[in-house]
């Protein structure tokens, strides 16, 4: 893979900020929420507008209680059509889904979704910035791999290859993303490398 | 106002296209409804990837019922944080909000809120498109409002001001967004003249 800025080091934390990735990372804080955090921490310092879709539901019963909210008493969940997360930064459109994942070896491609890799082309295609976040919980890393990259791999699988993408592989072609305090998944230290 | 065009003329609809405005628009549709179509239009043309964000809902109780897909059977409509509809159209980032009124001398800003406003702010702040889509169903006219001077009218009314926009001020200060048959609120063509 050839990346715009020629090489894949990962921007070098602060000794005190590499102890912090040990030492706070691992609360036991989803993926999701840690970038929830993040992405109120950028909003907060008028960095960047980005924000987490809501979940898709399917209403099919509401409720009208007198004198209370409207209740919705059934409902089912649909399957997304885009990724998780979008908004702006710089300018830019900016376009990401998240992943956590057990396994210690490597990341199941079963994970994502036909359309969505659809929907990710699409972004790419029209000069967006698209990459997917990818948690290894045993690990304590999480990874930004640009969508470009993701698309080789998913390629290779509709064509009778792998089903996952090796852990040293993901290490490989994607970018490790630093750990802080407040920006506890800092994606946006590897958009401003890739892209400005 | 001053729009990067100079100038405030629609975009003249062809003969046939005028009539159809009459002809096939007030079919009972919603503007949401017309604004799906108009989306997935512009997706299936591959022009722009903008799509509707989610209802937000609060999920309190889910049953899993054997064999069956899980049931939401309690969740509550949240007040959402965002505008409802973003994407990416010609490497620009895009956000709006649409509303529709059956008021026939004015739009009334109590359909807008607060935190959309700060919203809308912050996407213009950092370089996006951003405009409000209002339609005046008795009119059955569509107009899009950029955000800039959408701003003016919820500031003044923050003031002690009006607390809605007449209708003539809306033409003043908006582009009619055309109707075609399948784009039936064609609000990419407004943004070709604005910023390209």
Chains 1, 2 share one sequence.
Not at 60 to 87: C, L, W
Request: charge should be positive; proline fraction near 5%; include cysteine.
């Amino acid at each position: 893979m050839n990346y715009p800025n020629g090489h894949k080091r990962t921007i070098p934390a602060s000794p005190s900020q590499n102890k912090g990735n040990h030492i706070f990372s691992n609360r036991g804080m989803t993926l999701e929420e840690d970038i929830n955090v993040t992405n109120q921490y950028y909003l907060d310092l008028d960095k960047a507008v980005i924000h987490k879709k809501p979940t898709p539901v399917q209403i099919v019963n509401v409720h009208y209680p007198r004198r209370s909210a409207a209740v919705i008493t059934e409902a089912y969940f649909k399957q997304a059509s885009t990724t998780d997360y979008n908004g702006l930064y710089r300018g830019k459109y900016v376009d990401f889904e998240a992943k956590e994942t057990k396994n210690k070896t490597s990341f199941p491609l079963a994970n994502i979704h036909e359309h969505q890799i659809k929907h990710m082309e699409s972004i790419v295609h029209h000069h967006g910035i698209c990459f997917l976040i990818i948690r290894f919980t045993v690990h304590n890393e999480t990874y930004y791999m640009p969508a470009e990259a993701l698309f080789a791999h998913w390629y290779n699988k509709s064509k009778g290859g792998r089903k996952s993408i090796p852990y040293e592989t993901v290490k490989d072609c994607s970018y490790l993303i630093p750990f802080h305090y407040h920006a506890r998944v800092d994606y946006l230290s590897i958009i401003d490398r890739l892209y400005f």
